[in-house]
Structure formats: structure tokens, C-alpha cells
């Protein structure tokens, strides 16, 4: 007979949970949080969590998208974003990608070296439409987060050096297939402290000047991405601080210029949680381990780049408490979710949810060691 695929099973661990309500909620305190009298907008980054339902939920909300590839702007415009809400950055974009972007008529490409300006503008001169264009500037900020996560300094791929901006810009504004729109900041992720923002401000204003010195009206800002959340304590702080972030921008820029920005991991992250089943235990002279079915082909951030995150015993809240390294079977010593941590000791057959995992976690899965592609359901 062959085999047949067990309704029960569908739910097979290691899976994603999403909670559709904190999600909602967490929406609702973002457009909430946006100052009245400023003209904000708020892309979501697609790339934290392309799930097809949290696409559609936040699209619903009338927020615009983030798109690092043509496979992204094509998800985001299935799930319903609109096109003129669509900026789509990346330090390399192949040809089909450009020519996606130009004929959807996204909202703008953010170009990151003069020769990606260039084939824009071959791409849009062949299919006969002007591109939108901002320039991505790498104003060389720390943002103070991991280095991995860390992409507006001089080390970084990403961007073009802030004292090429001006006489990129007049580049742009003199090609008939290009349209100027503005510059565009991403600082890096996992941001928890509002100074390296306030810098970005600072930065921005006196780029505005310099363009403005010579002419040269911005529409638009766009500041990215960052802002961090708390992944300690993911109960007591489930939505991030949302109107400190908007009114730190609010109070260190002038009122009449248009910001954009381009939120994921704060948006998505605490709605999600990876359930995983305990496989084994194992206890030796220096370690208890709890061996679980979930691996870093789930769940990369703590391989990545140390990341904690908060494990939940959901079989048992009464066990004793005790300190254990929470690994998964992948064959690679760098698969561990948690060392020494100290949780109600799990069992063979228990059942742990691992918190704030709704960015940069069901998106970065992979299939190493001939593993299924882990999925994630709304509830
Ligand atoms: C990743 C990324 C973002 C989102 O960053 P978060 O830290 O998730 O808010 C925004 N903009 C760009 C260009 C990005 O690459």
C-alpha cells in the first residue's frame, strides 16, 4: 500500500505557530504610534517572514512592502501589497529582477552602485518606462548590534559612501529613463537603543542640506529597518515600542520631509514560536542535554549569531528546574538552541515552544541533512 499521509501528521513537529492576534495587535500599535501630523510610511520587510498569511494579514492593513528580491516582490504583490508600496532593495539584483520591478511599477528601487544605475536605466529605456530610483547610502553608523546584523558601516557590501550621494543623485535626475525619488538608510537589525537612530537622523538632515544647497528637492527618506524587540522577556513586552521609535524620528527631523520605513523582526517576531518534541535526554559528568527535533535548519538565529531565545516547557511548569543545553540532531556542533539554561527539566516526549520566532526563522529554513522544509500555520 502506499503511503499515506496521516491527518494527524500535518502537525508533525518542529513546526511554527503564528498567533494571528498578537500579530493584529501589534499592527494595530504601529499605525496607532504614527505621529499624525507627519507623512510616514511604513514598509513591512518581507524577508523577516514571507509566510503567504502573514503576507495577507499585514497587507490588510494598508502598509506598504520591503523586498530584497524578485521573488519577493512577486510574493508581496500575490498577498495583496500594492505595487506604488513596493521599494525594492538588495546589492545585487539580477537583470530579470530589475525588469520585474520596472513593469510592475513599484513603488522604488533602491539602488546600491552606479552600475546597477546604469542597467536600470538600460532596462527601463528598453521596456519604455522611467524607474523610480533612491540611492542607498551607507551613512557608516554602528548600529551597536551583533556584527552580522550590522550593515551601515565602512565594512559593509551594502550602499554607496555618503560623499558620492550628490553627484550620484545629479546622475540620476539627469537620465531621461530615471526618476529621482530619494535616499534610502538600513543600519542594521536587532537595534534596542534609540542613539544609533538618532544619529541616522542627524545624517539625514545634513545630506538634506547638502542636496539642498544645490537644488535638489528629496521626496523622500526612507531610514529602514532595526528596531529591535525583547526577546527575554517575549510576555511582559509582546509589542515593540513603536511610538518611542516613530516619535525619536518625529522629534530630530523636520516636519515637512516624508519618511519611510521598513519594519520586519518588530512586527513579526513575538507573534511566532517553533514547537519542538523533546527526542532524547542525556546526562553526562558535565551536561545534562535535551535533545529536541527541531535543528538550526529550523531555527538558524542562535547558530547564526548567538541569538537567545526564550524556551518554554509547555508538557510540565511544575518539574524541577534545572540547567540543561536545549540541542537539536543536526550533525554540526553548532546546533544548540540553549546552553546551561535552566527550565523544568525535560523529559523524552515533553514538548517546548521556542519564543519570538516569527522573524528570520521559518524564512531561513533549509533542508541540510535531507531534513522536510519545516512549515508554519496561523492560528
Ligand atoms: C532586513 C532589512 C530590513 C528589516 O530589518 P528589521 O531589523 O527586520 O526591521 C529593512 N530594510 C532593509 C533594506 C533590509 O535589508
Do not use: W
Request: charged share 25%; glycine share 8%; hydrophobic share 35%.
Amino acid at each position: 500500500m502506499l503511503y499515506q499521509e496521516n491527518p494527524q501528521n500535518l502537525k508533525r513537529t518542529p513546526y511554527y505557530i503564528y498567533h494571528k492576534d498578537i500579530l493584529c495587535q501589534t499592527l494595530e500599535t504601529l499605525l496607532q504610534s504614527l505621529p499624525p501630523d507627519r507623512k510616514y510610511v511604513v514598509h513591512y520587510a518581507v524577508k523577516a517572514n514571507d509566510n503567504i498569511e502573514v503576507l495577507k494579514c499585514i497587507a490588510s492593513y494598508g502598509l506598504g512592502a520591503d523586498c530584497v528580491s524578485g521573488g519577493e516582490i512577486e510574493k508581496a504583490l500575490k498577498a495583496g501589497f500594492e505595487a506604488g508600496k513596493i521599494a525594492y532593495a538588495g546589492v545585487g539584483k539580477r537583470d530579470d529582477e530589475i525588469e520585474l520591478a520596472v513593469e510592475k511599477q513599484i513603488f522604488c528601487l533602491n539602488a546600491e552602485s552606479e552600475q546597477e544605475i546604469d542597467v536600470i536605466s538600460e532596462i527601463a529605456g528598453k521596456i519604455g518606462l522611467t524607474a523610480p530610483v533612491a540611492i542607498r547610502i551607507n551613512p557608516n553608523i554602528d548600529a551597536h548590534t551583533h556584527k552580522n546584523i550590522t550593515t551601515g558601516t565602512e565594512e559593509n557590501k551594502f550602499g554607496i559612501p555618503i560623499d558620492e550621494a550628490v553627484r550620484v543623485a545629479q546622475r540620476i535626475i539627469n537620465d531621461p529613463h530615471l526618476r529621482f525619488i530619494g535616499v534610502h538608510f538600513h543600519i542594521g537589525s536587532q537595534i534596542t537603543q534609540y542613539s544609533p537612530f538618532i544619529e541616522l537622523c542627524n545624517t539625514a538632515n545634513k545630506l538634506r542640506q547638502e542636496f539642498a544647497d544645490r537644488n535638489i528637492k528629496l521626496g523622500m527618506i526612507d531610514m529602514g529597518g532595526g528596531l529591535g524587540i525583547d526577546y527575554e522577556n517575549p510576555e511582559k513586552n509582546t509589542i515593540p515600542d513603536f511610538s518611542g521609535y516613530f516619535s525619536t524620528f518625529a522629534n530630530h527631523t523636520s516636519k515637512d520631509i516624508e519618511l519611510h520605513f521598513e519594519l520586519g523582526r518588530s512586527i513579526v517576531a513575538q507573534m511566532g514560536e517553533l514547537i519542538t518534541r523533546v527526542l532524547f535526554t542525556k546526562t553526562t559528568p558535565h551536561k545534562y542535554f535535551a535533545i529536541v527535533d527541531a535543528g538550526f535548519t529550523d531555527l538558524i538565529r542562535p547558530a547564526l549569531y548567538g541569538a537567545y531565545h526564550k524556551i518554554v516547557n509547555l508538557s510540565s511548569e511544575e518539574r524541577t528546574l534545572g540547567k540543561c543545553d536545549i540541542v537539536g540532531p543536526i550533525c554540526e556542533s553548532s546546533d544548540v538552541f540553549a546552553k546551561d539554561r535552566e527550565i523544568p527539566l525535560p523529559q523524552r516526549g515533553d514538548i517546548l515552544a521556542i519564543r519570538s520566532a516569527g522573524a528570520y526563522g521559518e524564512v531561513m529554513a533549509s533542508t541540510y541533512n535531507a531534513r522536510p522544509l519545516i512549515k508554519g500555520y496561523m492560528e
